[in-house]
């Protein structure tokens, strides 16, 4: 078989050479990459020198690349794309084909499940994942597990190492894919192979999954999910996945809100005006309501994989561009086709003293924090806490404390991880205020029972509650603001561009000499 090399290139304009054969998947080529760079590769997505995105999906044959292509190496969205599934059952369970559609974060177990119990396609109940059959051919003997087969475009996939892996990790991110399904009979008896579900897909808070006809519920959806939120069996090839990346961080006049029930959204920190958006604005509970242990609010893990807000229906006149939008749009062509000058120091100097000013007036900070275990609380800290103080809480609510640890954060320079240090004041220094999202990510220190274990203490699990959101009115306030924000830009911008051609004509009239007598 030939191989041929491609090139794949970071922000940092590094070149990673990359052997590729015909058969090999782009999915494949991202993961070698990010690999080599230390990166992570279910943040970043393959482009050509075009800016055109590529199909993870395909074998490299088919992707129509030649040998020697340059690819862009870029960061992928952090809200998971919706994936529209085909299951092709087999004649055994009728034929035909159900569909439905996934977050592309969803594992092929998961799927299986969530067909088989009749949450997605059709209410109708499957046996997919539970089979067994006897070992003798008089239909008598003792009952060997069947083993669920899945050809995913020409690839196979049938172990439990590979019934883990996600749509996204397949290189599916959007679009439609057929999954055909087809049984294949093992040597193993039924029992023994629920017992090895229990070990890649069951919970690790101790759910432990039985045998026969009750285990079809015990090894099921939540099980997976807890898998997929951050604690990966240490057998599977993704248990050195890292956890989730941070979310955004908020506008003081913004509350926080839990990915559970919103989808996550991307923003630098803290910008001094904020646009409420309809698709990403959501609330959180007041804390009167909330359950709080010492002044803290505990949230439970999401009970779906698929955000709330992605379950309303949408309303089509939000679709329907409008003339603020054309003005917008212009303006933005106009002021990318200006030449501009690079800030002077003064200038520079004027803007961090703006920065400052407005970080004196912050009392205080909302944080929340994410556990590996998708747990999350929020954390009221003062303009005089520093970073070790916020470690130092954290590290109270624990399971697995001493263990290493680190704290990151989107900032204005991406993702950052804060500096555990008692000279840098959170306020001040860092430039936290509003609300602010921090992940808790293990250390390479960290021991595998830390990794794996519940994150957060017992006493603080109990007293965790649901986080519910009113997406409804939250999207018709951030309509309002959204267009209350474009509207104004424009008029700034006519004056200044009004007064700046007013003063070229004086210029030129003056350098000609009109005017003169």
């Known amino acids: 078989m030939s191989t041929s090399s491609i090139f794949v290139v970071d922000s940092t304009a590094r070149r990673t050479q990359v052997k590729v054969t015909p058969g090999k998947y782009l999915r494949e080529v991202l993961e070698e990459a990010c690999r080599s760079r230390k990166l992570n590769p279910e943040g970043y997505t393959l482009r050509t020198q075009n800016n055109k995105t590529l199909d993870l999906s395909q074998p490299f044959r088919l992707s129509g690349l030649s040998a020697g292509a340059k690819l862009q190496l870029v960061q992928a969205s952090r809200s998971p794309s919706v994936v529209s599934v085909a299951l092709q059952l087999p004649e055994s369970e009728g034929g035909g084909r159900i569909e439905d559609k996934f977050p592309s974060t969803t594992s092929l177990w998961l799927l299986l499940r969530k067909f088989e119990d009749g949450v997605a396609g059709s209410a109708r109940k499957l046996n997919i994942t539970q089979r067994g059959v006897p070992s003798g051919s008089t239909g008598a003997g003792r009952l060997l597990y069947e083993q669920p087969c899945l050809n995913i475009m020409g690839r196979t996939m049938e172990s439990f190492v590979n019934l883990q892996k996600t749509l996204a990790q397949l290189g599916y991110n959007s679009g439609s894919v057929l999954v055909r399904l087809t049984f294949a009979k093992t040597e193993q008896p039924l029992e023994e192979a629920m017992q090895e579900i229990t070990t890649y897909f069951a919970s690790i808070d101790g759910t432990s999954a039985g045998t026969g006809s009750g285990a079809s519920h015990s090894v099921g959806v939540a099980d997976v999910l807890a898998v997929n939120g951050g604690r990966p069996n240490a057998e599977a090839d993704n248990a050195a996945a890292l956890p989730e990346a941070p979310g955004p961080e908020r506008n003081e006049d913004v509350p926080i809100v839990d990915g559970p029930?919103?989808?996550?959204?991307?923003?630098?920190?803290?910008?001094?005006?904020?646009?409420?958006?309809?698709?990403?604005?959501?609330?959180?509970?007041?804390?009167?309501?909330?359950?709080?242990?010492?002044?803290?609010?505990?949230?439970?893990?999401?009970?779906?994989?698929?955000?709330?807000?992605?379950?309303?229906?949408?309303?089509?006149?939000?679709?329907?561009?409008?003339?603020?939008?054309?003005?917008?749009?212009?303006?933005?062509?106009?002021?990318?086709?200006?030449?501009?000058?690079?800030?002077?120091?003064?200038?520079?100097?004027?803007?961090?003293?703006?920065?400052?000013?407005?970080?004196?007036?912050?009392?205080?900070?909302?944080?929340?924090?994410?556990?590996?275990d998708q747990y999350s609380l929020v954390i009221t800290m003062t303009n005089t806490d520093t970073a070790a103080d916020l470690y130092s809480k954290v590290m109270d609510t624990l399971t697995a404390a001493p263990e290493p640890f680190e704290l990151r954060y989107l900032g204005s320079k991406g993702h950052q991880t804060l500096p555990n240090s008692p000279s840098q004041r959170l306020v001040r220094d860092m430039g936290f205020r509003g609300g602010v999202v921090v992940t808790i990510g293990w250390s390479p220190d960290a021991s595998l029972q830390a990794r794996q274990g519940p994150s957060l203490k017992a006493e603080y699990r109990a007293q965790a509650q649901e986080l519910k959101v009113d997406l409804a009115e939250r999207q018709a306030e951030g309509q309002a603001a959204h267009k209350a924000a474009m509207a104004k830009p424009e008029k700034v911008e006519g004056k200044k561009e009004n007064k700046a051609r007013g003063d070229v004509e004086a210029k030129m009239k003056k350098f000609l000499g009109f005017g003169k007598k």
């Open 261 to 372: 029930t919103a989808p996550t959204i991307e923003n630098d920190v803290l910008a001094s005006s904020t646009i409420t958006d309809p698709d990403t604005s959501t609330t959180e509970p007041s804390t009167e309501s909330a359950s709080t242990m010492n002044g803290i609010s505990v949230y439970r893990p999401p009970s779906s994989s698929t955000p709330a807000a992605a379950l309303a229906p949408d309303d089509p006149s939000v679709f329907e561009p409008h003339i603020e939008h054309a003005k917008a749009h212009q303006a933005a062509l106009e002021r990318a086709g200006r030449n501009t000058r690079l800030l002077s120091d003064r200038e520079l100097a004027e803007q961090e003293a703006e920065r400052q000013e407005k970080l004196a007036t912050v009392q205080s900070v909302r944080i929340r924090v994410r556990y590996p």
